[in-house]
């Protein structure tokens, strides 16, 4: 049996955690923490791991406190850029027996979208990304994007590929997207939305759009169950649940 922790427990994504976690046979919730409460409740309740789904604002102050008291770190928190990643990585050093797997998606089947896309992409001379998002949402463009995009850029560096054709000579700020490595990404928030996301890649007489959506925020579960289970077989800085998947 596995102590489990949960920041942002009174959030959406929170509760879903926690309604997960109680449905198992296999790991126990100990600690429901949302903003306000003391972070000392994971100490006194003994949990092994502690998943974070809170703000940007407050995840390194979470990230710290676990990783300094030897708690495993399962986080589904966006805004993590390369001095975030670099930054956690050299909190570990210090606690090298605790696994901290940062995850921009937890759906199993996004995961899966990204690593087709990448497969995709050398095989195309153009891609772009579109997100698509609840208005609640606090970073555009989504952390999945960010990281299809960097999955994408380097699929097209080994291949080779030369630079995607594009004559557009003025335009509008915004107007092309935001750019990860090479691939402009385009990010929708509206109502009626939760998440959604579409690779769409381009050649001469043919396309090709690979698209994943969140229909339910239930469905993140299986990926986020995962990730408890497997943390504590995972030392340090794990980058994206694929690795946990065993899709090589």
């Known amino acids: 049996m596995i102590n489990v922790g949960v920041l942002g427990a009174r959030g959406r994504m929170g509760k879903e955690v926690c309604r997960a976690i109680e449905a198992t046979n296999d790991l126990r919730l100990v600690a429901e923490i949302d903003l306000g409460d003391s972070l000392d409740a994971l100490l006194t309740s003994k949990a092994e791991v502690v998943v974070d789904f809170t703000h940007p604002d407050s995840v390194m102050k979470n990230l710290q406190f676990a990783v300094s008291n030897n708690i495993h770190v399962v986080v589904g928190t966006t805004g993590f850029n390369e001095d975030r990643i670099k930054e956690v990585t050299e909190l570990l050093k210090n606690h090298p027996k605790v696994g901290a797997l940062i995850a921009p998606n937890f759906g199993l089947g996004a995961v899966l979208m990204m690593e087709f896309a990448a497969q995709a992409a050398r ?84 396309t090709l759009t690979i698209r994943h959506d969140s229909i339910d925020r239930s469905g993140f579960m299986p990926g986020v169950l995962l990730g408890i289970r497997e943390i504590a077989k995972h030392p340090g800085l794990t980058y994206g649940l694929e690795h946990f998947m065993k899709l090589d």
Do not use: C, N, W
């Open 123 to 206: 095989y195309f001379e153009s891609v772009e990304i579109i997100e698509l998002h609840h208005p609640e949402k606090a970073d555009a463009p989504s952390g999945t994007s960010i990281r299809t995009a960097e999955l994408l850029s380097k699929s097209r560096k080994e291949a080779k590929l030369p630079p995607m054709p594009d004559k557009t000579l003025t335009s509008l700020d915004g107007a092309r997207g935001s750019k990860v490595g090479d691939v402009p990404i385009h990010s929708i928030r509206m109502r009626g939305l939760v998440a959604h996301q579409e690779v769409i890649l381009g050649d001469p007489g043919e």
